[in-house]
């Protein structure tokens, strides 16, 4: 396999199925044969057989997923992938986003004092 970049994202509201789905349709490879979608901000990394034939790769770079041309291109290496957010799911979210407010304890009220009301 080897590592090719796009240039959609999840800003774009890509999923790995609509990519798969397209390259399997304009290139003719059946989507087994598609390896690892790698999705980040504005792009993504998608993984191909090695031994791609130019024409299906010059073809591909015309390709439209969610209205954007992939601009497909090939990449030796694969940059890590940005540390994840710890304090809430959305990058730049604040730690008191996702908090939510306590409300004070029920008093207890035990068996036997309900017995004698």
């Known amino acids: 396999m080897e590592t090719f970049r796009i240039e959609v994202g999840s800003v774009h509201g890509i999923k790995p199925g609509n990519i798969v789905g397209a390259i399997a349709n304009e290139a003719d490879i ?30 591909l770079q015309k390709v439209r997923v969610a209205g954007r041309e992939l601009r497909i291109s090939h990449v030796t290496e694969k940059p890590p992938k940005p540390p994840r957010a710890t304090l809430g799911r959305h990058p730049g979210a604040s730690p008191a986003a996702g908090a939510r407010e306590r409300r004070p304890a029920k008093p207890k009220i035990s068996a036997r004092r309900r017995a004698k009301d």
Do not use: A, C, T, W
Not at 41 to 59: A, W
């Open 30 to 59: 059946e989507g087994v044969h598609i390896g690892r979608v790698d999705i980040r901000e504005d792009h993504s990394y998608v993984d191909l057989p090695e031994g791609m034939p130019k024409p299906i790769f010059k073809q």
